[in-house]
């Protein structure tokens, strides 16, 4: 009997270290097909960025192209939603007497149900073969000594770093060529708002994804400490997107590093030591959304905060979203992202915290509004430094910590390179006054071209401070 091997393409969007890939290919008789789905109705309804989807189906392209080297087929199909996927994958391997179907195990909720559906369907018909996979350890095995997960993250870190072994950490190669030649079936063209992304910034492909990890490992990590907080300067990897769609795994990631940086482990004070902790707090919000399924539902980690009374302000919102508060540093990062996809982490913490803490804000406004924009809109990590921000989370800021805009422009831009770049009307303001345009135009006697601040962040914050005082006391 001919054995046929499923691969189940989701968010593991390539051909290299792909564990379900990798394990449907062992068996060289086997024959071996793959399926990618989109579900577009699904993503808006999550808020996902058209440029994300725009690099999904880029990255689809690479992927077909790819497989189709290896003599494997992609089958690629679009349904409104996970419901509707279910039903389609069912036939689909009814159709094709498709003996094994392997896939990446995904953690969220609706991802969990979608895949617990799927095995009710097909339990009987053919044989699961589910992996970890976009993890370099699964949730639910880094736990405190009483068997919960860690809710602080060093603590966790040391815990997972102890854990960690050779073979979680290893990179498993792209498969052989299949004997058989196989036609290749037309890639579908994704339904979606798309909005292409800079193909100058985030190039699509594996090729490019791992060109990009090498060359930050061996040029730039060293400084990763000193440079990852100055967004003028390219400190960091900008490996977001390609992790958050699986282009990249962890995996690479580790390895590269360690081979680049052998030391990395032993000197907590390098720059690929750092970065490698940055990896880690990727792995803790993963598995934080599993130990606490509630998060996935936007529910936040500590409850009383949901007794904050928000403000309503839909101009200050609008105002926010646009890169138009009148606060240089919150502008300018907003502007990347509106026009990029991607903003620095400095800058995200900076104009989270600016949203909730300084116009009082629902954080969920922000994370969704995230979603919408970002290339690297990834439900943990964004859930994770939106309830960091809000002080509603895990090992969050505690509420009364409270960013200062202004000096956090001072601090982390403080010739105001970064400001410049993205807001071309303050290019005349010299280094000293960029901070507080205003003051330095009403001294030159000149107009601005730009919003005056819509609030005064020291009565903002003692009216925020109120606010998470009275929602705490009434908790
Ligand atoms: P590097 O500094 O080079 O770090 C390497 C990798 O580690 C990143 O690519 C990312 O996968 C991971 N990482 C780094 N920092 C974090 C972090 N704090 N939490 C989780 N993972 C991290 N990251 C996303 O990937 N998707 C999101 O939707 C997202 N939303 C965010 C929202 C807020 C409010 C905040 C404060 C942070 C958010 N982050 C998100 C985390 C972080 O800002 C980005 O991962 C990082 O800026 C990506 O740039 P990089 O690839 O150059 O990171």
Same mark, same amino acid.
């Given at each position: 009997m001919t054995v046929t091997h499923l691969v189940w393409f989701r968010n593991d969007l390539r051909i290299t270290d792909n564990r379900a890939l990798h394990t449907a290919c062992q068996d060289m008789h086997a024959k071996v097909i793959a399926v990618y789905i989109a579900t577009p109705e699904q993503w808006q309804q999550h808020d996902m960025a058209p440029r994300q989807a725009a690099f999904i189906q880029q990255n689809l392209d690479c992927l077909d192209a790819s497989l189709a080297e290896k003599n494997i087929p992609l089958f690629s199909h679009q349904c409104a939603d996970f419901a509707e996927s279910v039903e389609w994958l069912s036939d689909f391997c009814q159709k094709n007497s498709v003996t094994d179907l392997f896939y990446n195990r995904q953690y969220e909720l609706n991802e969990r149900h979608r895949d617990d559906r799927v095995s009710e369907l097909l339990q009987g018909k053919c044989t699961l073969h589910a992996f970890d996979d976009s993890l370099l350890l699964p949730p639910g @095995? *880094? *736990? %405190? !000594? @009483? !068997?919960e997960m860690y809710k602080v993250f060093t603590p966790f870190r040391k815990s997972f770093l102890q854990r960690l072994t050779h073979s979680d950490t290893r990179c498993l190669p792209a498969p052989k060529p299949r004997a058989d030649k196989a036609e290749r079936p037309p890639i579908v063209s994704i339904d979606y708002p798309f909005e292409q992304p800079d193909p100058s910034l985030f190039p699509a492909g594996e090729d490019a994804a791992l060109q990009r990890l090498r060359s930050f490992c061996r040029e730039r990590v060293q400084d990763y400490q000193q440079q990852r907080d100055i967004p003028a300067i390219d400190g960091t990897s900008c490996l977001s997107p390609y992790l958050a769609i699986g282009v990249l795994s962890p995996r690479q990631c580790f390895n590269r590093l360690l081979a680049e940086c052998p030391q990395a482990l032993e000197d907590d004070q390098s720059g690929a030591f750092v970065w490698l902790n940055e990896l880690v707090w990727r792995e803790f919000y993963r598995h934080l959304l599993v130990a606490y399924p509630k998060l996935c539902r936007?529910?936040?980690?500590?409850?009383? %905060?949901?007794?904050v009374r928000w403000s309503g302000d839909a101009d200050h919102l609008a105002a926010w979203k646009a890169g138009k508060t009148g606060f240089p540093i919150v502008d300018a990062a907003m502007r990347q992202l509106n026009q990029t996809g991607w903003m620095h982490n400095r800058l995200r913490m900076i104009v989270a915290s600016f949203l909730v803490k300084d116009l009082l804000i629902n954080w969920r406004a922000g994370e969704c509004y995230f979603m919408s924009q970002l290339l690297d809109g990834d439900l943990a990590a964004n859930n994770g430094g939106w309830q960091w921000a809000a002080s509603s989370g895990t090992d969050a800021a505690p509420y009364f910590r409270i960013f200062n805009p202004t000096t956090q422009g001072e601090r982390f831009d403080k010739k105001g390179d970064f400001i410049r770049r993205w807001l071309p009307e303050l290019a005349d303001v010299p280094d000293s006054d960029i901070h507080h345009p205003h003051q330095w135009a009403i001294k030159q006697g000149r107009v601005l071209d730009y919003p005056e601040p819509l609030v005064d962040h020291a009565v903002a914050r003692k009216q925020t401070l109120q606010a998470f005082e009275e929602a705490k006391r009434g908790a």
């Open positions: @095995s *880094v *736990v %405190t !000594g @009483s !068997g936007h529910k936040p980690f500590i409850a009383w %905060t949901d007794n």
